[in-house]
């Protein structure tokens, strides 16, 4: 990928490296990084080295009444402004500075933005356009000519205000095993920002799922993983905190025609302390636990990785299957498993190219 941008943007750290010496200074981190477990190689897979994001927000800089895209630099505090951005996906990417163009002819919609946020899938993009102001109707009837300009989809955000012109998500589409699957996701919720990658993630579980019978999820979200990966199991209960992400999973299933998972309101935690009949929760009044059978767990937890109470509840499982988007907490919480569990499958998902991050997928069984 090349970038004018390059050594002052503080996005992509590792600009000075050729695609394939990121991939090997990566390889080489998480092999040091996991000697202690023992780990002796990983699956590693790559990613497009640009146009790779299909989920972007960029701050809006004002000057002189002209309004910038703006990103902060390597500096400490320093702001960049920007035209384009060539690791956006190429629809975002040729969106960009005509949108901002269009927005900066109209002093309604000019006035008072402070960042815009982009999500794309194969044929739609949702654009949100976040405020310092509140959102009057006078907006709505400015905003709304955009969505017809350059056929995408707008949402206005303001303190305690969200206006949703047309609609709330985009479709995605995503092929796990050969079959298709169809996602509705909102504005707002959590996704994937590397669409090819997740693909990759979703297969990559798929296929080292062996000896099946229910499946137990924790962070679930829109159902991104939980929906393929039902096909292997008899039953799934799914839980996530978001009510909005509950919501879309709900969707997705119909959408998907999957009948045979059951979506919780819960944290790990609280999930952890009902199953071990600790509390009573009232959200579990028509749901009989004891009808499961888990054969695996599910997690893809936070940057900040599990608490030691749910690392000790998920023990009980014959096979985990953990999605990590922290190394370092990822070890951590490996050392404690693997007092009870062998690493079977160990792969590198490189979600984002030319910075330090790195996605890990590790599926452990017991002893």
């Known amino acids: 990928m090349e970038c004018r941008y390059f050594g002052q943007c503080g996005s992509c750290t590792l600009f000075d490296m ?22 002796k190689d990983f699956e590693f897979f790559t990613a497009s080295s640009s146009h790779y994001r299909s989920r972007a927000e960029f701050r809006i800089w004002h000057k002189d009444g002209h309004i910038s895209y703006a990103i902060g ?25 005509p949108l901002l163009q269009q927005i900066e002819q ?33 907006w709505e009837s400015a905003a709304l000519p955009l969505e017809s300009i350059f056929n995408i989809h707008i949402i206005g955000r303001s303190h305690k205000v969200r206006r949703v012109l047309s609609q709330e998500f985009v479709q995605d589409n995503v092929v796990v095993d050969g079959h298709s699957y169809i996602y509705e996701i909102i504005e707002g919720g959590f996704s ?8 990759h993630m979703i297969n990559w579980v798929y296929q080292h799922l062996t000896h099946c019978k229910d499946l137990l999820e924790l962070y679930c979200g829109y159902g991104n993983f939980t929906i393929p990966l039902s096909q292997k199991f008899h039953k799934v209960l799914a839980t996530e905190i978001s009510k909005s992400s509950i919501k879309s999973a709900l969707k997705n299933c119909e959408l998907n025609k999957v009948e045979h998972i059951e979506f919780l309101r819960m944290s790990a935690e609280e999930l952890t302390s009902a199953l071990k009949k600790e509390r009573e929760f009232y959200r579990l009044k ?45 070890k951590r919480d490996l050392e404690f498993l693997t007092q009870k569990f062998t690493i079977e499958h160990f792969a590198l998902f490189d979600q984002f190219p030319h910075t330090e991050h790195i996605e890990s997928g590790v599926i452990l069984k017991k002893i």
């Open 286 to 330: 028509n749901i009989d636990l004891d009808i499961y059978t888990f054969s695996h767990v599910f997690v893809d937890p936070p940057r900040a990785g599990m608490d030691e109470k749910s690392l000790e509840f998920i023990s009980q499982f014959e096979t985990i299957i953990y999605i990590s988007c922290n190394p370092i907490t990822l």
């Open 106 to 138: 109209n002093a309604m919609l000019r006035e008072k933005l402070f960042a815009i946020e982009f999500l794309a899938t194969q044929n739609d993009i949702l654009v949100t356009l976040i405020y310092h102001k509140p959102l009057s109707q006078e």
């Open 192 to 199: 994937q920002p590397n669409r090819a990658i997740n693909t």
């Open 73 to 97: 630099g390597i500096e400490k505090k320093q702001v960049v402004c920007i035209e384009n951005c060539p690791k956006v996906d190429i629809k975002i990417d040729v969106l960009m500075s």
């Open 18 to 39: 050729p695609y394939e010496k990121q991939v090997e200074h990566k390889k080489k981190y998480c092999s040091a990084l996991f000697k202690s477990l023992h780990v």
